[in-house]
């Protein structure tokens, strides 16, 4: 089992920055997936990026070019950075990671990101 806290949201305007950062609550070295899903009322959760660990990334088409998604092995974190925010951004965002990713999915509590127009 693993635990996994998120900070860093908040509100924000539109065109700003903001950082969420996920901490687990064991090492991190073996997982194989570490990323970032959202929902916004109303709609599906969705992914929003995710880093494996060799390093490869990838990205939603909504947020490719806005986003950096980055992982510190040695401090069992991953972050998320987003610019450029727009309201249509505005959503719980959830840190999620799986070792094997064959059904040992975990998820995080959830932290509220709001952007104004």
């Known amino acids: 089992q693993v635990q996994l806290v998120e900070s860093g949201g908040g509100l924000v305007q539109a065109g700003g920055s903001l950082t969420l950062s996920c901490a687990a609550s064991?090492?991190?070295?073996?997982?194989?997936?570490m990323g970032w899903f959202r929902q916004a009322p109303g709609k599906q959760r969705e992914l929003v990026g995710r880093?494996?660990?060799?390093?490869?990334?990838n990205y939603a088409d909504s947020v490719k070019g806005r986003i950096t998604i980055s992982r510190d092995n040695a401090k069992n974190t991953v972050h998320l950075q987003m610019n450029s925010l727009k309201p249509e951004d505005t959503a719980v965002y959830y840190c999620?990671?799986?070792?094997?990713?064959?059904?040992?999915?975990?998820w995080g509590q959830g932290t509220q990101v709001t952007v104004s127009s």
């Open positions: 064991r090492s991190t070295f073996s997982f194989a997936n």
């Open positions: 999620n990671a799986c070792e094997f990713c064959r059904g040992d999915n975990y």
């Open positions: 880093t494996t660990n060799s390093g490869s990334t």
